[in-house]
Every structure is written in structure tokens, then in C-alpha cells.
């Protein structure tokens, strides 16, 4: 109980101070958690991204590997099939750059391995094999040795190659070459044919022994041959026939050759098959273990972030846990004395003045109950005076109500009493309103009765205004018919000139075009005149080069008749030579119809050609004869053309004529148009005058209507009686006008009159109903 009563005592401030720390501790510990788990996920990213990394990086070494091989086997194959002089160096170039990559992928590799955060902290498990954990490194280190190793190894290839030769003018394919050429030209008589088989035998498995990569099937054929070849040599016979007894020098040298090629290929061929089963394993264990490291990666984060998860939780528990206990606690101790304070309120709301909390506390709400006892306290003391000078103001309101009930009555004779308490005042200025609007509305009254009487007159008069302008409106509106009429008449008149205008300038335009047309008939007509003259020309040049064909055409004829007599001669010939000529006879036939079929063609050509300068004597005469025609046509048309301007020259007089009839009607309208706007204005001025008066009017006999109102209003009022009330029909306007604008202001020498008016008003400090 003790240490409750402690716990009351605290301050509010201290105990939310507490509070507030204990969340703030709890957030903190719940954004501790949340950094863990993100830290760890971070890390296993970056972990997991490294191995992604590592694995393209592996996946591309693999690549690059393929492709050295590939371009390591090109390589091989192509100084196998080359036979020329020169060797292309592509592969060797490929394979370079590729070797160069591939370098450049295991310096990445090497990179990777060793940078920070690569390393489990687990083992590697492969094949259910456990390895530890810088056994990825381990396999990059060996992969780059090995590549370093194959580098060298492609080298010594090389040079085992090229010690072979390229081509076959390079090397010891080159000798090799060189001897079997020798041994061939040896052996090159005809009667050593099995001689030749066994040699073609010999390069045939050379050559396979150069294009394949097993070489001991084709070398031991190769040696078998050249055993029996050694045969065939030393036979004493082969020898006489074969007349180079050196052949067997130039064989064991051959021999020696190709025992160098086979060494140097096998040398070669061992390096590319150790590579074989060396690199390739490697990198697929290393894209293995990628894999394997990025599962078992994920598989450690999840346990991690479990295991974190299980702190938050617990954590979160713990905190909310401890952080309701606080806020049951305190708010028990806050609540409590805030029940007990909503209690005396309603109590004392409910007419218990005696009730207070009597709460003995040292926090703020103790303070709080003490100071709202002691308010208790204090209020019950004023309340009791209040209601005493209540009582009194309340008799005081009571005979000031009976007196403005009387007012409400129209009774302006009535006093209201004045007493010596606040309503003194109110009392005092009530009577001082009273008097002032009794003498307003007297002269209200006189003034009313005054109205009436100028209104009555103002309403003859307009009566009498009315009248007057009604007739000179008619009059108006005659005028304007007549305006009317006459501005009709000429715009009808300007329209008929405006139109007879638009058809002289149109009948203007006609003829004008007409004339264009008629002088471009001329030029027309002229131009075919030149054109039939210049046809005519050239129809006689026709002619005269028709008979220049008729020379040709004779020139054709005689050459015919001299091919048919030559024709005729080659047949006579031919057929004095017997069978011989018989070929000869058919050509000189053949001549001697074409012959014939050209005098035939030249005879109808001078037929046509002769048809031809007939028609053109006639097409001459006929032009001359179209040439006189046109010559007429065209002073017809001069003729055409100067009528046309006469009447060109009367149509236009006659437009300018038109021309000055439409401006004077023009003018005319516009003026009676000006003439017609004006009576109109006239016209609508009259009608605004009339509805003008008419309004007037209307005003005046509402004016007749108010004021007998005004004056039958201010009757029913009960005013007191005025010793001057005889005075008053010599009131003046100007007066009437002084007491209006001073309705309601009061002087300071009213104010001097009234002394209570000066009291100031007590402020009541509770709230009644007064009746």
C-alpha cells in the first residue's frame, strides 16, 4: 500500500516521462532487430550477387575455352589441308585473342575469389563431400595455372608444327616433298608401272598422316610401302630399266623425314589430348560448386533471419507487455481522481452546494481538487449576495415592463418611474424617448396633411402633360409614315440604277472579251496561214526527195539484175563441176531468188514512190487553195474586229451614263435613309417622354395614396397636448429636415437633465428570469 501511495504521488509529467522513455526504448530495440535483419539480407545479397558474378564469369571461360579449342583444332586442320605457298594465320589470330579472354576470365575469377565477403562461413558440400570453404579459390587457382600451362603447351605445338611446315613449302613436309618428287622422277619410265602404284600409295598415306591425329595405322602403311618400294629397287632388273642407281639414298632420307613428322605430330597431338581431360572438369566443378554456394547462401540467410525474427518477437512481446502495465497503472492513478472531481460536478450541478473532493494528493491532480474545493467555497458566499440584489433589481424591471406596455399601446402620455437603483437610467431614458417621438410624430401629422394637398395638385398637373404630349406623338408618327414611304421609294430606285449598271458592265465585259476573241481569231487564223505555207515547203521538198528514192530505187534494180546474171553464172559452174559444185548450185539458187525477190521489191518501191508524187502535187494544190481561203477568213476577221470596238467604245459611254444615275440615287436614299433615322429618333424620344410621364404619373398617384396613409397611420397614435400645437402650420421644410437628421442623437445637454442616465449599470453575476 505504501508503495502505491508512492506511485500516486508522482507527477503526471514524470510518470509520461517514464512512459515515453520506456516506448522510445522499445522502438529503438525494434529498429536494432529490423537492422540485423537487413544487414543480413544485404550481406546475403551482395554474397549471392558475388556468386552470380562468379558463375557468368565461369560460364564465360567455358566459352572462351571452346572456342581456343575450336580454333586450336581449325589451327591443326588447316596446316593439314594447306598446299599452297603461304598459310592464312586466322586461327592462330582467333585462337590468340580468345587465349587473351579467356586470361582476362581467370584474372577476374582470381579477383573475385579473393575480395571480401565471398567466403562462406560454412563448408562446401559437393556430392555429399564437406570441402572448405576457400575451395572455390583453390579451383580458380588451379583452372589459371592450368590455363598458363596450355598457353605454354599451345606454343610448343606451334613450334612442334612448324617444324613440320605450314604448307608444303615449308618445314619438313617441304623435304619430304622434295624427295618423293625425286624418287617419282626417278622412277618415271613406262615400264615401272607398279613402281608408280606403290609411290602414289606412299603420298597418300603422307597425306594422311599430316590431316589425321591418329598416326600409326597410316604410318606403319606408309612404312610397309616403302619396305616393298625398297623391294622393287633393289631388284637388279627395275634398276637397268629405272637407270638411277641412287634411289635408295633419296628413299632411306625419306624414310628419315617422315620418321621427324610422325615424332614431331605425336609430340603434339600428346599436349592437346592432356588438356582434354584437365581444364574441362574443372570448370564444370566450378559452375557446380556456384550453384551449391548460392543455395546453400539462401539456406543460411533464412535460418539467420529466423533466428532474428524469433528477437523480434520476443522483444516485441517483453515491450508491450511492460508498456501496459505502465498505462494500466497510470492511468489508474490519473483516472481515479478525475471520476471522483466528474462527481462533485454533477452533485453540485444538482443543487448539493455542500459536496467537495477532499482528494489529498501532492500531484497536479490534487492541486486540481484542492483549488476547485476551494472555488466551491468562495461561489456559495457571492451566490448568496447575488440573489438579494436580485430580488430588488426584479421589482425595478417590473414597473419599467408595465410602462412600455402602456407605449406598446400608442399611449405616448404615460411616465416611466425612476429609480435610484440601475434601472434609474433606463427609466430616465425612456421618458426622454417618449417625449421626443410625441413631438416627431405631431409634426409628422402636420407635415402629412401638407403632402396630401401638393400631391392633388401635382397629379392635375400631370394630367394636363399627359394630354399635351399624346397629340404631339400622333403627329410624329404621321410624319414618319410618310418618311417612310419616300425613302422606300428611292431605295427601289437606287437598286433598279445599280442593277441597269451591273448589266451595262457586264454587256461591257462581253464585248470586250468578244474583241479578245476576235483578234486572237486573227493571230490564229495568220498563224495557220504560215503553218500551210511552211507545210507547203516541206510537201515539196517531199517531192523532190522522192525522186532522189527513184534514183536509188533504179540503183537497186540494176544491182538485182547484175546479182541474178552473177547467180545465174555460179549455177552453171557448179553445175559443170559435177558432185563437187552440187553444195555451190544450191547457194547460187538461193542468190538468184533473193535477187529476183529484190527486183521484185525495187519495182513495187518505184510504184509507191511514184503514188507518192502524185499525192504530193495534190496536197500542194490544196494548200494553195486553203492558203486563199485563210487570207479572206482573216480581213473578215479585221473587218469583225473594228465593229466590235465601235461597239466596245458606245457600251462603255453608256456605262459611265448608268454610272452617275446610280451615285445621284445613291446619294438620294442615303439622304432620305438620314432624313427617316431622324424622325425616328424624334419618334422613340416622343415615346420615352410619353412612358416618361406615364411614370410620373404613376409615381404621383402613389404619392396621392401614401401620404393619405401616412396620414391615417400617425392619427392613431395618442399624443400629449403641446402648448405651441397652434404654431405649427408654420413649420418650414428646412426645420422638418433639421429634425430628421437629429432623430435619435442625443445632446449633452439632454444627457445634463437626466442625471441617472449617468449611473453606471451593476453586472449581475448569475443568471435569472425575471417576470
Not at 211 to 226: A, C, P, V
Request: net charge neutral; hydrophobic share 40%; no cysteine.
Amino acid at each position: 500500500m505504501l508503495n502505491l501511495n508512492n506511485i500516486l504521488d508522482i507527477k503526471i509529467t514524470k510518470k509520461l516521462t517514464i512512459l515515453f522513455i520506456t516506448v522510445t526504448l522499445g522502438f529503438a530495440a525494434i529498429a536494432l532487430t529490423y537492422w540485423m535483419v537487413i544487414k543480413n539480407e544485404r550481406e546475403a545479397t551482395e554474397r549471392s550477387n558475388l556468386f552470380i558474378k562468379y558463375g557468368q564469369l565461369v560460364s564465360n571461360a567455358q566459352k572462351n575455352y571452346f572456342k581456343v579449342r575450336r580454333y586450336e583444332k581449325d589451327f591443326l586442320l588447316s596446316i593439314s589441308a594447306s598446299t599452297g605457298q603461304t598459310y592464312n594465320n586466322t586461327p592462330l589470330d582467333e585462337h590468340a585473342k580468345y587465349v587473351y579472354l579467356l586470361e582476362q576470365n581467370m584474372e577476374q575469377l582470381r579477383a573475385l575469389s579473393d575480395s571480401e565477403g565471398f567466403k562462406l562461413s560454412e563448408k562446401v558440400i559437393i556430392n555429399e563431400v564437406e570441402l572448405p570453404a576457400d575451395y572455390q579459390s583453390e579451383l580458380v587457382t588451379q583452372a589459371s595455372a592450368v590455363v598458363e600451362n596450355y598457353k605454354s603447351s599451345f606454343a610448343d605445338i606451334v613450334k612442334f608444327n612448324q617444324v613440320v611446315g605450314f604448307t608444303d613449302e615449308e618445314g619438313l613436309r617441304k623435304k619430304a616433298n622434295s624427295l618423293l618428287s625425286v624418287i617419282e622422277r626417278g622412277v618415271g619410265s613406262a615400264y615401272a608401272n607398279n613402281v608408280q602404284s606403290i609411290l602414289a600409295k606412299i603420298r597418300s598415306n603422307e597425306k594422311h598422316i599430316l590431316q589425321s591425329i591418329d598416326l600409326t595405322e597410316s604410318f606403319e602403311e606408309l612404312k610397309r610401302q616403302l619396305q616393298v618400294l625398297q623391294v622393287q629397287l633393289e631388284n637388279p632388273e627395275n634398276i637397268l630399266e629405272l637407270g638411277n642407281p641412287n634411289l635408295g639414298t633419296y628413299m632411306s632420307e625419306y624414310v628419315g623425314t617422315i620418321n621427324e613428322i610422325v615424332a614431331n605430330k605425336r609430340n603434339a597431338n600428346e599436349y592437346t589430348e592432356l588438356f582434354d581431360f584437365m581444364l574441362g572438369p574443372i570448370f564444370d566443378e566450378m559452375g557446380q560448386s556456384s550453384s551449391l554456394s548460392i543455395i546453400q547462401n539462401q539456406t543460411t540467410q533464412k535460418s539467420k533471419t529466423n533466428t532474428i525474427a524469433g528477437l523480434v518477437a520476443v522483444s516485441l512481446i517483453a515491450i508491450a507487455s511492460l508498456i501496459s502495465f505502465l498505462l494500466y497503472l497510470f492511468g489508474y492513478t490519473i483516472t481515479k481522481p478525475i471520476n471522483k472531481l466528474v462527481d462533485t460536478i454533477h452533485e453540485v450541478n444538482q443543487g448539493n452546494l455542500q459536496a467537495r473532493t477532499n482528494l489529498v494528493r501532492k500531484d497536479e491532480l490534487g492541486e486540481l481538487s484542492t483549488a476547485f474545493d476551494r472555488l466551491l467555497d468562495e461561489k456559495v458566499t457571492q451566490l448568496s449576495l447575488s440573489e438579494k440584489n436580485n430580488n430588488e433589481l426584479n421589482e425595478s424591471i417590473i414597473s419599467l415592463l408595465n410602462s412600455v406596455a402602456q407605449l406598446s399601446k400608442k399611449d405616448f402620455t404615460v411616465k416611466a418611474p425612476v429609480f435610484e437603483d440601475v434601472t434609474g437610467a433606463l427609466g430616465d431614458s425612456l421618458n426622454f424617448l417618449t417625449k421626443e417621438t410625441a413631438t416627431a410624430l405631431s409634426d409628422v401629422k402636420e407635415i402629412s396633411v401638407r403632402v396630401v394637398v401638393e400631391s392633388n395638385r401635382v397629379q392635375r398637373q400631370a394630367k394636363l402633360v399627359m394630354a399635351v404630349a399624346e397629340k404631339e406623338r400622333h403627329q410624329v408618327e404621321s410624319i414618319m409614315g410618310e418618311l417612310n414611304k419616300s425613302s422606300n421609294e428611292m431605295v427601289k430606285m437606287s437598286t433598279h440604277a445599280t442593277d441597269v449598271n451591273k448589266k451595262a458592265e457586264y454587256a461591257l465585259r462581253n464585248t470586250h472579251s468578244a474583241l479578245e476573241t476576235v483578234d486572237r481569231s486573227v493571230a490564229g487564223i495568220n498563224g495557220i496561214r504560215e503553218t500551210i505555207r511552211q507545210t507547203e515547203k516541206r510537201i515539196k521538198r517531199l517531192g523532190e526527195r522522192s525522186q532522189e528514192i527513184t534514183g536509188i530505187v533504179n540503183l537497186m534494180n540494176s544491182i538485182a539484175e547484175r546479182t541474178h546474171i552473177l547467180a545465174l553464172n555460179a549455177s552453171m559452174h557448179a553445175a559443170s563441176s559435177g558432185e563437187k559444185g552440187r553444195g555451190f548450185s544450191v547457194v547460187a539458187e538461193e542468190v538468184q531468188r533473193l535477187a529476183e525477190s529484190a527486183r521484185d521489191a525495187t519495182t513495187e518501191i518505184e510504184s509507191l514512190v511514184n503514188n507518192i508524187r502524185i499525192e504530193t502535187k495534190d496536197a500542194v494544190a490544196a494548200m494553195n487553195t486553203a492558203i486563199t481561203q485563210v487570207a479572206d477568213g482573216t480581213s473578215l476577221a479585221e473587218k469583225a474586229g473594228s465593229a466590235m470596238r465601235a461597239t466596245q467604245n458606245s457600251t462603255q459611254d453608256l456605262v459611265q451614263a448608268v454610272n452617275a444615275i446610280t451615285k445621284s440615287s445613291k446619294m438620294q436614299a442615303h439622304t432620305n435613309l438620314q432624313l427617316v433615322e431622324d424622325a425616328n429618333e424624334i419618334l422613340e424620344s416622343t415615346r420615352k417622354t410619353d412612358q416618361h410621364l406615364h411614370q410620373q404619373m404613376t409615381t404621383t398617384n402613389n404619392l396621392v395614396r401614401y401620404s393619405n396613409m401616412l396620414l391615417t397611420t400617425v392619427g392613431i397614435f395618442k399624443l400629449p397636448v403641446v402648448e405651441h400645437e397652434d404654431k405649427l402650420a408654420n413649420i418650414s421644410v428646412e426645420k422638418i429636415q433639421n429634425k430628421k437628421t437629429n432623430i435619435g442623437v442625443t445632446s449633452a445637454e439632454d444627457v445634463n437633465l437626466y442625471p441617472a442616465a449617468r449611473v453606471k449599470p451593476k453586472r449581475l453575476k448569475t443568471r435569472k428570469t425575471y417576470i
